[in-house]
Nanobody, 127 residues
Framework: QLQLVESGGDSVQAGGSLRLSCAAT????????VAWFRQAPGKEREGVASFYTGGHTTYYADSVQGRFTISQAGRKNPVDLQMNSLKPEDTAMYYC????????????????????WGQGTQVTISS
């Protein structure tokens, strides 16, 4: 069973950068999809980016393509989300999610496909 802990959320001005981190314990030798989702008040949970630990394949939502980068330095290291050129509409609670993943992006950014979730970290962008 995976346990996920997010960190790095903060309040910054538009145009700034933040780096979120998702630390996991309980990895097995399987490959995983690790994804970041976000949810703003009154809105549905939105998939932001995913990372495939079996081959470092990444996938991004159109809304963050070119601004956000998801990465993992090593097999057991945290999965980070580097967020640049932040906009007020990026304000949300950001959640890390993970699950066993048979091939890259097989879980896509569909939250119902992920069994394991962190508690979230708040990102607030002021204009």
């Amino acid at each position: 069973q995976l346990q996920l802990v997010e960190s790095g959320g903060d309040s910054v001005q538009a145009g700034g950068s933040l780096r979120l981190s998702c630390a996991a314990t309980g990895y097995t030798n399987s490959s995983y999809c690790v994804a970041w989702f976000r949810q703003a008040p009154g809105k549905e949970r939105e998939g932001v980016a995913s990372f495939y630990t079996g081959g470092h394949t990444t996938y991004y939502a159109d809304s963050v393509q070119g601004r956000f980068t998801i990465s993992q330095a090593g097999r057991k290291n945290p999965v980070d989300l580097q967020m640049n050129s932040l906009k007020p509409e990026d304000t949300a609670m950001y959640y890390c999610a993970a699950d066993v993943c048979p091939r890259p992006n097989s879980l896509r950014l569909r939250p119902e496909k992920y069994r394991y979730w962190g508690q979230g970290t708040q990102v607030t962008i002021s204009s």
